[in-house]
């Protein structure tokens, strides 16, 4: 009971330092002074130091030696790599299944539909925790773990790239449900191409908008985004026993 405990209390305080973060509370750049953040949590400095480790593991802050944990300064080239990875995690799992997604997937993802239909700029928080819960079941439903893991490690990347480097967050917030509704419509129909094509060009827009917003002039990363996406898996039964492999 007591290991619990302690796993509650530093799963609470790793949720309260990046609220804090997430609300430029603390800003990027800025030192973490651990003997603060116990003194405000009312808690010794082992909590703090876990809670700091793990954030530290979600790319949202840095360590240096002899200077300590700060926010991590997010790049644009940053939220790019991202985004890539997630598409790609995203992508494996979809022609793994072929395209024919689970009833208790499609279930969900239209439950999370319903949820971002109304979201507004003011619920910019959950307008990304929608974001991820949708992306994330598509990961999911491929029950590979290892696929999931690797994408789990980009989750908080996303997030913090979408609180800190987009602008037009009702812009975000107005689309959100037209873009997933577009993912969720081809897999209604099964159609393994048209769903990754959905994936790819979602998060695509979202980068093309920082690259607007910031004024980024890089045709070298539209390039590299086409060709990441380029091979197209035919032999379904191989990729199968590929990922089997690798999982036992």
């Not at 200077?67 to 979809?94: A, H, I, P, W």
């Not at 800190?164 to 812009?171: G, H, R, S």
């Amino acid at each position: 009971m007591g290991a619990l405990l302690y796993q509650t209390l530093r799963e609470s305080i790793v949720d309260a330092i990046r609220s804090k973060i997430f609300n430029h509370e603390i800003k990027p750049g800025q030192r973490i002074v651990e003997l603060e953040l116990a003194k405000e949590f009312h808690t010794s400095r082992g909590p703090i130091r876990e809670a700091l480790r793990q954030l530290e593991n979600e790319g949202i802050i840095v360590y240096a030696r002899n200077v300590g944990c700060s926010v991590k300064e997010l790049s644009f080239q940053d939220s790019y790599e991202v985004y890539l990875l997630r598409t790609n995690y995203e992508v494996v799992s979809v022609r793994f299944l072929q395209g024919k997604i689970p009833e208790k997937s499609m279930q969900h993802l239209e439950e999370i539909l319903k949820r971002m239909k109304n979201l507004t700029a003011e619920e910019f928080d959950q307008v990304f925790e929608c974001d991820n819960e949708f992306h994330e079941e598509l990961v999911k439903m491929c029950g590979m773990p290892r696929v999931q893991k690797a994408w789990k490690e980009q989750y908080y990347g996303n997030l913090f790239a979408g609180y800190d480097l987009v602008q037009d967050k009702e812009a975000i917030a107005k689309r959100q449900y037209a873009s997933h509704k577009i993912i969720y419509d081809a897999c209604v129909a099964g159609d393994c191409e048209a769903i990754c094509k959905a994936i790819k060009g979602h998060y695509w827009r979202t980068i093309g908008e920082m690259m607007r917003e910031q004024n980024v002039d890089a045709p070298d990363l539209e390039r590299g985004w086409d060709c990441a996406f380029y091979i197209k898996i035919t032999n379904f039964t191989i990729l199968r026993k590929f990922y089997r492999f690798l999982l036992f």
